[in-house]
């Protein structure tokens, strides 16, 4: 790998770990102003929300600049968004700013991959990034259940400073505080990344005009018979993946009774499965069998309802590890084929934003579900087995839907692996 390539996972680890511990704090933030329970589950959608409305503009934004210098932007954004929270703004409204900015980091981080690094190493350098970033979801979910924990917390607001009145008086408030020096890390490493020599993509005077360039690039993956395949796996694992993270809190503290920072350790346990599966998938994945991957979805959609039948933590510990890691396995190689499809396509930043694009719309629309649904009344176990037979169902669709492709447009497939083979090897 490229010096270049660890720089970029430095920056990646610092954001991500901020960006997690700060979920946490913000949970916490609501639940102790004693706020309605779906407040805190809408937590994840809002964070979607720049990612939808904003696709047909950061993507461009981030072929139109340096990568580094867009990441450093996003990061700004981001604390720009914790002090807002800070000085009162609704938690809901600022986690939202927090994600305007991780909108705009996403096409910078994973396009410059394919800058940087020939196709032969796009599933390595995919499953090293996804690890890293697991990792840093581990260790940020952990970092964040003990900052606002009651141990951390009271040495931290014990913390005196002369003269200064913070205003900071709740472990959550005190827990945003430290994360804003986290981001700051992550945007010193973001200054180090090197110009990778590809030419930028100015965008138009008239921004709106990126709007049909958009939908057409938009339309032009999921048309082609491999993209197709590729972003709809990858689109429904991040929907689920991603508001798992809010159901396992709330699973964990029906089933087992944990508080906040207790259940942050399990949905830690889940990314240490998906961190160990992406490692192995990018050291056994070739591009050109990446849809072979395909049954693990189903599996996995299985096990999420299966938890429902976990009340031992010694069982939920391995069995949360094992569902992590069938994800890892999956999603690995099918976003190593879907930049590789996008790349060839339309160019790395603006398919990337049709990526997230997709993968935020499906976070939204699930996101949306489970806080009406929680709203209603709805419990963790009924959320958690709907969420599994989503995955589990839409998956073997997305399976039937690859193999009538493989009968149907026969050339056409065979070809495109042909072109994934190739670039494997002598990329």
């Not at 932007?73 to 900015?101: D, E, Q, R, T």
């Not at 390595?124 to 890293?132: Q, T, V």
Request: glycine share 10%.
């Amino acid at each position: 790998m490229k010096r270049g390539f660890y720089t970029i996972m430095a920056a990646q680890f610092f954001s991500s770990l901020a960006d997690n511990a700060l979920f946490i704090a913000a949970v916490e933030l609501l639940r102790s102003s004693r706020a309605p329970g779906w407040q805190a589950a809408a937590l994840v959608p809002m964070f979607a929300l720049f990612y939808v409305v904003l696709a047909p503009f950061v993507g461009a934004f981030a072929d139109a600049r340096p990568k580094g210098q867009v990441m450093f932007i996003s990061n700004a954004i981001k604390v720009i968004g914790c002090l807002a929270m800070l000085f009162g703004l609704h938690p809901l409204l600022a986690y939202a700013i927090v994600g305007l900015g991780a909108a705009a980091y996403s096409p910078a981080k994973y396009g410059i991959l394919t800058e940087l690094l020939p196709p032969s190493q796009l599933v390595k350098a995919n499953g090293w990034i996804e690890g890293l970033t697991i990792a840093s979801i581990i260790l940020g979910i952990l970092l964040g259940g003990q900052l606002v924990g009651h141990a951390l917390s009271t040495r931290l607001l014990g913390m005196d400073f002369p003269v200064i009145d913070t205003g900071i008086d709740t472990p959550p408030e005190a827990a945003i505080f430290i994360l804003i020096f986290i981001y700051a890390v992550a945007a010193w490493f973001n200054t180090r990344i090197p110009l990778t020599g590809v030419e930028m993509r100015p965008i138009p005077k008239n921004p709106l005009e990126l709007v049909p360039d958009f939908w057409s690039c938009n339309n032009r993956l999921w048309r082609d018979k491999l993209g197709q395949i590729s972003l709809a796996t990858t689109t429904l694992f991040w929907g689920v993946s991603g508001n798992l993270r809010y159901i396992i809190l709330a699973w964990s503290a029906a089933a087992l009774g944990y508080s906040t920072t207790q259940a942050s350790s399990l949905t830690g346990v889940v990314a240490l499965g998906t961190a160990l599966g992406a490692v192995l998938a990018s050291m056994r994945m070739k591009l050109d069998r990446a849809t072979t991957v395909m049954p693990l979805g189903i599996l996995m959609g299985l096990l999420v309802i299966a938890m429902n039948f976990i009340t031992n933590v010694w069982v939920a510990a391995p069995f949360l590890i094992l569902m992590g890691a069938l994800g890892g396995y999956l999603v690995v190689p099918m976003n190593a084929l879907l930049q590789h499809r996008g790349h060839n396509l339309m160019g790395a930043g603006r398919s990337i934003a049709v990526q997230n694009f997709n993968e935020q719309a499906c976070i939204l629309g699930l996101g949306a579900f489970y806080s009406l649904s929680a709203g209603l009344g709805m419990s963790a176990f009924g959320a958690i087995t709907a969420f599994g037979l989503v995955v589990a169902g839409v998956m073997w669709l997305i399976q039937r839907w690859h193999a009538r492709n493989c009968i149907e447009h026969k050339d056409e497939v065979e070809h495109l692996l042909a072109i994934a083979r190739h670039d494997n090897v002598h990329g």
